[in-house]
């Protein structure tokens, strides 16, 4: 039996007011099983004045290890989402056993979204969007084009409507999301 954990769809857009953070809530495994379908997959972390949501997508052990990392280094540096990011990176790059991990993130401080992952990948988003997973690029290419017909969009129903088409195209991504809200800091 095949016991890698396909991937899920997180998409996070910005709006004037802040960032939605949505994920699905499935697991799947042993090829094609769906083994859950209701997992919390985007988290409000840090110190509860500020916090961070995080997002993520890949081996779930090698997730939650991950945002137990950031959760440290970002009390150490008090709060300083971008710092915290740039010095989990290395530290993901450097360690021989952390770069083994199989895991994307997402993290957000309701103005910066940053996507990063285990090849090094720390990307400060430009254009108000951005999604990991499975049925990310499904998700990230339905928010682009719901963004560029809109003059003033709301960032809650975009990503909501994007989720909903990676939903539909993605055989790994289910319809149980998990929103969270992050005003601009």
């Given at each position: 039996?095949?016991?890698?954990?396909?991937?899920?769809?997180?998409?996070?857009?910005?709006?004037?007011?802040?960032?939605?953070?949505?994920?699905?809530?499935?697991?799947?495994?042993?090829?094609?099983?769906?083994?859950?379908?209701?997992?919390?997959?985007?988290?409000?972390?840090?110190?509860?004045?500020?916090?961070?949501?995080?997002?993520?997508?890949?081996?779930?052990?090698?997730?939650?290890?991950?945002?137990?990392?950031?959760?440290?280094?970002?009390?150490?540096?008090?709060?300083?989402?971008?710092?915290?990011?740039?010095?989990?990176?290395?530290?993901?790059?450097?360690?021989?056993?952390?770069?083994?991990?199989?895991?994307?993130?997402?993290?957000?401080?309701?103005?910066?979204?940053?996507?990063?992952?285990g090849s090094g990948v720390v990307i400060s988003v430009e254009e108000n969007v951005c999604a990991i997973g499975s049925g990310g690029l499904f998700a990230l290419s339905a928010a682009h084009g719901i963004m560029r017909s809109k003059e003033n969009y709301n960032a809650t129903e975009v990503a909501t409507t994007a989720m909903e088409i990676a939903s539909d195209l993605c055989v790994?991504?289910?319809?149980?999301?998990?929103?969270?809200?992050?005003?601009?800091?």
């Amino acid at each position: 039996m095949d016991d890698k954990f396909h991937s899920t769809t997180i998409v996070a857009v910005r709006d004037a007011n802040g960032v939605c953070m949505i994920g699905d809530g499935q697991v799947t495994g042993y090829g094609s099983v769906v083994i859950k379908g209701n997992a919390k997959k985007v988290l409000r972390i840090g110190n509860p004045k500020n916090p961070v949501l995080v997002g993520f997508a890949g081996s779930v052990a090698d997730c939650f290890a991950l945002i137990d990392k950031f959760e440290m280094k970002l009390e150490k540096n008090s709060g300083d989402m971008e710092k915290t990011c740039v010095e989990l990176a290395k530290e993901w790059r450097q360690d021989k056993y952390m770069r083994l991990l199989e895991a994307s993130l997402i993290v957000t401080d309701g103005t910066s979204i940053i996507n990063m992952d285990g090849s090094g990948v720390v990307i400060s988003v430009e254009e108000n969007v951005c999604a990991i997973g499975s049925g990310g690029l499904f998700a990230l290419s339905a928010a682009h084009g719901i963004m560029r017909s809109k003059e003033n969009y709301n960032a809650t129903e975009v990503a909501t409507t994007a989720m909903e088409i990676a939903s539909d195209l993605c055989v790994f991504t289910n319809k149980n999301f998990v929103k969270e809200w992050i005003d601009k800091v």
